[in-house]
C-alpha cells in the first residue's frame, strides 16, 4: 500500500466561510495524502474543521464558502484532478463513483417522504446505465451486506420505522451503492450501540480489503480510531496539530492536544469524580504567523489532579447505602408498551411490537441509573413512555406516590414540571425559528414559573451561566452554536421548570469526546447541586458507567439484569451483557507482531 501512488492528496487547504461580519476561517493549511486501500483516521473536537474538509472534496460546501490550496484526485487512467477546480456540473461525474460520503445524522441524511428502498435505488440509476430491475437487486444486496434485517423487506419501509442504527445502514448502502474509490465516513458509528458498531467497522474494513477502497474515517471517538485506522491526523481549531501511524498517536502523542483527548474519554477501569478535559493539558496561543501554539501545562498538576479525581470502592458503597435509604421516587411495574402491526384496507391488526415487555425497576432521589442495550432494544421508548410522551399498553409507573398512568390530563399537566428530557439531537430538538432565550422562558411560561417576562428572561440568562454559556446567548438563534454549545441549551431548558427526574436520552452520543467530558461533569455537578434524578439512556458503556450508580441493562423489551455499576462490569451475570462488554472499542490499538514504520509530523 505505501509503495503505490496516493489516491487523494490534500495540500495546504483552507476553508473560510463569509458573513456579514467578514470571513471566518475554519480550516488552516491542512495537508494529508490518503493511499489505496488505506483507512485514514480525522479526529478533533467539535469545530475543527473535520466535516468541512471533507465536503470541500465533494464540492458539497454552500456557496458562501472560500477555498483554497489542492484537493488531488487520481482517476483510474493515472492522471490527477484538482476538486477543487472543478464545475457543479463536472463534480457530478465523481461524486458518487469516485468520491462517496456516510453522514453523520442518518435521520437528516434520510428523506422522510420516500421508502429506504427509492433511495438507494434512485441513486443507483441517477450513477449508472442498468435497469430498474437491476437496481432493485442490487438495493437488496446491498442492504443484505450491510446487515439489515429482511432485506427484501426493507425497500418498502420508511426511515421513521427504523431504529437510529438501521437508518445508519441505510445510509452506509446509499454511499456504497456505486462502489467509490475513496468513502468520506463522517463519524458513521455515533448513533450506534457498540455491537452493531463493531459490525459497521468489521463490515468497513471487509470492504476495504474487498474492493480496494480508501477510506476517510470522521470521528470524535479514540476507541474507535483505534480498532480501523491505519494512520491519524488530529486536528484543532482548523489546524493539523499532529499526523502519524495508529500506534504512535496512542504510544507516543507528540502535541498536548492529541494527550488531552486520550484522557478525555471514560475508562472502565477507573471511576473518576470529573472527567478531565483538553483545557486540563494545554494552554494555546497564536505565533506571529497567525499559526496555533500549543503549549503543555506542568505534568505532574495534571498527574495530580487526575489522582485527586478518583472515587475508591469505599465511597461508591456509601453512596448507593445512603440513596437507597429514602423511598422510590420512581417505581415502574410490569410496564408494556407494545405497538400494533396492522395490514390490509381496514387496518386489521396481526400482531404486536413488544417494545417495552413486562419491566420492573425503581430510581431513588438523586440517582442516576444507568440503560444500555442494542439499538431497538426499547431503551427510547422506555424513557419516552415514563413521561407519558408514548402512551404504556399497561403497567403502573409511580412517580412520588401518583400513579401516572392513571392521572387525569390536568393532574400529568401540573406533574410535568418535575419530569423532563433531555433528547438525543440537539440539532432537532431546538425550534430553528426561536431564539434560544425563547426557547428556555417557554417550559416557565407553560407552568406559571416567573411573575413577568422580565423575571423569567433573569432566570434564563441564570440557567445559560450555570451550564457554561454567557447570558447573551439569549438573544442568539440555535443555528449560531455548535453541537455542544446546543445540547448545554437543552440542559438549561430542562432545567427551566425546576424538575426533579431528568430523562438524559442519548444526550452526549453525537459530541466529541472532550465537549462530551464537560457535558458530563455539568451533569453531575447540577446533580449534586439540585439533587436531580437522571435516567440516562446510552449506547455507551464506558459513558454510563462514569455517570450511574446503578446500570440497568436492557434486550428486546426486557430487563436483562440491574445492578450497581461497578458489579455490572466486574461480574455480568447475563451472556448479553458480556457481549455488550466485550463489543466496546478497545483502548489502545491491536498490534501486528511487526509495526511497520510509517511517517511521523506535528505542527503547532
Given amino acids: ?19 456579514e461580519t467578514g470571513a471566518t476561517q475554519v480550516v488552516d493549511r491542512l495537508s494529508y495524502s490518503l493511499n489505496p486501500g488505506e483507512i485514514l483516521g480525522i479526529v478533533g473536537e ?10 470541500a472534496a465533494l464540492g458539497l460546501l454552500p456557496g458562501t464558502a472560500e477555498t483554497s490550496g489542492e484537493i488531488a484526485l487520481r482517476e483510474s487512467d493515472g492522471q490527477t484532478v484538482n476538486v477543487l477546480d472543478l464545475s457543479s456540473v463536472r463534480m457530478r461525474q465523481y461524486r458518487g463513483n469516485q468520491l462517496a460520503m456516510i453522514f453523520q445524522e442518518p435521520m437528516s441524511a434520510l428523506n422522510p417522504v420516500y421508502t429506504c428502498g427509492y433511495q438507494v435505488i434512485e441513486t443507483i440509476l441517477a450513477n449508472e446505465s442498468v435497469s430498474k430491475a437491476e437496481a432493485k437487486e442490487r438495493a437488496i444486496a446491498l442492504f443484505r451486506e450491510v446487515k439489515l434485517p429482511d432485506p427484501e423487506g426493507m425497500l418498502a419501509r420508511y426511515p421513521h420505522q427504523l431504529s437510529g442504527g438501521q437508518m445508519q445502514r441505510v445510509t452506509i448502502a446509499i454511499a456504497l451503492s456505486c462502489n467509490p474509490d475513496v468513502l468520506f465516513a463522517d463519524e458513521p458509528t455515533t448513533a450506534l450501540d457498540v455491537t452493531v458498531q463493531a459490525e459497521i467497522l468489521r463490515l468497513l474494513n471487509e470492504l476495504r480489503e474487498r474492493r480496494g477502497m480508501a477510506i476517510v474515517f470522521i470521528t470524535h471517538d479514540l476507541g474507535v480510531i483505534a480498532e480501523i485506522a491505519d494512520r491519524v491526523v488530529v486536528m484543532y481549531k482548523g489546524e493539523a496539530v499532529e499526523t502519524g501511524s495508529v500506534y504512535d498517536i496512542f504510544d507516543r502523542p507528540q502535541s498536548p492536544y492529541t494527550k488531552g483527548l486520550l484522557t478525555c474519554r471514560p475508562q472502565l477501569d477507573r471511576r473518576m469524580k470529573v472527567l478531565p478535559t483538553t483545557t486540563d493539558f494545554m494552554e494555546v496561543r497564536r505565533n506571529a504567523e497567525g499559526r496555533l501554539e500549543i503549549v503543555e501545562k506542568t505534568a505532574s498538576s495534571v498527574r495530580q489532579a487526575l489522582l485527586d479525581a478518583e472515587i475508591d470502592d469505599r465511597e461508591i458503597d456509601a453512596r448507593l447505602t445512603q440513596l437507597q435509604q429514602a423511598s422510590p421516587l420512581l417505581s415502574v411495574r410490569h410496564l408494556k408498551t407494545h405497538f400494533p402491526i396492522r395490514q390490509g384496507v381496514f387496518g386489521r391488526q396481526v400482531g404486536a411490537v413488544k417494545a417495552v415487555d413486562d419491566v420492573s425497576f425503581e430510581i431513588y432521589p438523586g440517582e442516576t441509573l444507568g440503560l444500555v442495550g442494542e439499538s431497538g432494544c426499547g431503551k427510547s421508548t422506555l424513557g419516552r413512555s415514563l413521561l407519558r410522551l408514548i402512551q404504556p399498553t399497561s403497567g403502573e409507573i409511580v412517580y412520588d406516590g401518583d400513579d401516572l398512568l392513571a392521572l387525569s390530563r390536568s393532574k400529568l399537566r401540573r406533574l410535568r414540571r418535575e419530569l423532563q428530557i433531555v433528547f438525543q439531537d440537539p440539532f432537532s430538538s431546538l425550534d ?32 445559560l451561566e450555570k451550564v457554561g454559556l454567557d447570558g447573551s446567548a439569549l438573544r442568539r438563534m440555535p443555528h449560531e452554536f455548535s453541537g455542544g454549545q446546543r445540547q448545554r441549551i437543552c440542559i438549561a431548558r430542562a432545567l427551566a421548570s425546576s424538575p426533579r427526574l431528568v430523562v438524559c436520552d442519548e444526550s452526549v452520543s453525537a459530541l466529541d469526546v472532550s465537549v462530551q467530558a464537560q457535558v458530563l461533569n455539568l451533569l453531575k455537578s447540577l446533580q449534586a447541586e439540585l439533587g436531580l434524578a437522571y435516567l440516562f439512556i446510552s449506547h455507551d458503556l464506558s459513558v454510563v458507567k462514569f455517570m450511574s450508580d446503578r446500570i440497568m441493562v436492557m434486550n428486546r423489551g426486557q430487563i436483562e439484569e440491574i445492578a450497581p455499576a461497578e458489579t455490572i462490569y466486574a461480574a455480568p451475570q447475563s451472556d448479553y451483557t458480556r457481549a455488550l462488554i466485550a463489543a466496546i472499542p478497545r483502548s489502545e490499538p491491536e498490534r501486528p507482531s511487526a509495526i511497520p514504520a510509517a511517517p511521523r509530523s506535528e505542527a503547532g
Fill in 1 to 19: 500500500m505505501s509503495g503505490r501512488e496516493p489516491i487523494l492528496r490534500v495540500r495546504e487547504l483552507s476553508v473560510a466561510f463569509r458573513g
Fill in 46 to 55: 467539535s469545530g475543527s474543521g473535520k466535516t468541512v474538509s471533507s465536503l
Fill in 432 to 463: 430553528p425559528r426561536m431564539n434560544v432565550g425563547a426557547s428556555i422562558v417557554e417550559p416557565m411560561e407553560l407552568h406559571g414559573i416567573g411573575s413577568n417576562g422580565a423575571e423569567r428572561r433573569t432566570k434564563a440568562a441564570e440557567l
